[in-house]
């Protein structure tokens, strides 16, 4: 069993950043594809960042440039580096775990097998 624990969300003006942890439970995190997926008011889930074993990082279209997703493997953390916030972030923002090995960080959520429960980003204009 893996636990997710995600922090760093927050209120934040347009243009500004702000960094999300996800801690891990367990030994074989290093093993794991993590993922970074979000749900906005009234929207479906939707992927947002992704890295892999080897740390191969996958974004959506929306990211931009804008945000950047890393791994501590010495500490069980992922996180994701968000910059240049809109309006349009604003949403919660999940942690997923995937332990089954593939070597490409999947998009679709229902690949990862853990969830954290989330933390909430607002972005005000």
């Known amino acids: 069993q893996v636990q997710l624990v995600e922090s760093g969300g927050g209120l934040v003006q347009a243009g500004g950043s702000l960094r999300l942890s996800c801690a891990a439970s367990?030994?074989?995190?290093?093993?794991?594809?993590m993922a970074w997926f979000r749900q906005g008011p009234g929207k479906e889930r939707e992927f947002v960042a992704a890295i892999n074993r080897s740390g191969g990082r996958t974004y959506a279209d929306f990211v931009k440039g804008r945000f950047a997703i890393a791994r501590d493997n010495a500490k069980n953390t992922v996180y994701l580096q968000m910059k240049s916030l809109e309006p349009e972030d604003t949403a919660n923002y999940y942690c997923?775990?995937?332990?089954?090995?593939?070597?490409?960080?999947?998009?679709?959520?229902?690949?990862?097998?853990?969830w954290g429960q989330g933390t909430q980003v607002t972005v005000f204009s």
């Open positions: 997923a775990a995937d332990a089954t090995f593939r070597a490409t960080a999947s998009l679709d959520s229902r690949r990862y097998e853990y």
């Open positions: 367990g030994r074989t995190f290093s093993s794991y594809n």
